[in-house]
């Protein structure tokens, strides 16, 4: 019988034990807290840099020769936001936009293309275009200088008059 009553004390006090650590073991200390928000909010700002940022906020450099481009937040019409908004942003975009603009060719002023437009009648061909601003951004008074990149995209170019997004005559 002395058994028996051990087993049971001992049963209830190895439950108690158990009982209490997972209370104590049930909640993590503070400051673990604390860096995994910090982790998880350092991945969101990764994934998207402009996310609670003022407009003005420079997201990349790119360069053309020693003339630095740069790639603002901006708003839903110009800048990182537009881009991301239509669904175009990604790592492979962003290379676009580097190369276009360390290698590629001007078209008019703050507009460059990856690729020459072609001359005379030939098919069109699949090209990126970068259009920037090294002027003042007129929206605030001129404040953001420069403006930077305005907008980024695929498009097909054509031959006739460097038309592009739109059949040539030829």
């Excluded at 028996?4 to 108690?16: E, G, I, M, P, Y």
């Excluded at 907008?151 to 038309?163: D, L, Q, R």
């Amino acid at each position: 019988m002395i058994s028996v009553r051990n087993s049971r004390k001992s049963t209830a006090f190895l439950t108690a034990a158990f009982c209490g650590t997972l209370l104590l073991a049930g909640s993590p200390p503070a400051g673990a807290v604390d860096r995994a928000s910090q982790a998880e909010s350092a991945e969101a700002a990764a994934s998207n840099p402009c996310k609670r940022q003022n407009y003005r906020k420079v997201v990349y450099t790119f360069h053309r020769g020693p003339e630095k481009v740069l790639l603002r937040c901006g708003t839903k019409t110009w800048g990182y936001n537009h881009m991301v908004e239509r669904g175009r942003w990604s790592n492979s975009f962003k290379n676009k936009i580097a190369d276009t603009l360390w290698k590629g060719t001007q078209t008019s002023p703050g507009v460059y293309h990856r690729y020459p437009i072609p001359s005379g009648c030939h098919r069109p061909k699949k090209n990126f275009k970068v259009v920037f601003n090294q002027g003042p951004y007129g929206g605030d008074g001129g404040r953001t200088k420069p403006q930077g990149i305005i907008t980024a995209v695929e498009e097909y170019t054509f031959a006739a008059s460097g038309k592009t997004g739109a059949a040539a005559n030829c």
